[in-house]
């Protein structure tokens, strides 16, 4: 590969600053809507997990 092609290669996905900044804050969101989402699964769970507990502990 001549060394002028694999340059404009290289500079094809090249990001600006801003455009990495962006997309940090993007997942950075996303991180933390998923972080929320999942916090609420567990809590959900939980809940579960002692009635199943207490159903157990009222039949013995």
């Known amino acids: 590969m001549m060394i002028?092609?694999?340059n404009t290669r290289l500079?094809?996905?090249e990001k600006t600053t801003e455009e990495i900044?962006?997309?940090k804050e993007a997942i950075d969101r996303q991180s933390a809507e998923f972080n929320q989402w999942m916090t609420g699964i567990k809590a959900r769970l939980d809940a579960i997990a002692g009635k199943i507990e207490r159903a157990k502990n009222n039949t013995k």
């Open 4 to 6: 002028e092609e694999l």
């Open 11 to 13: 500079e094809a996905h």
């Open 21 to 23: 900044r962006e997309r």
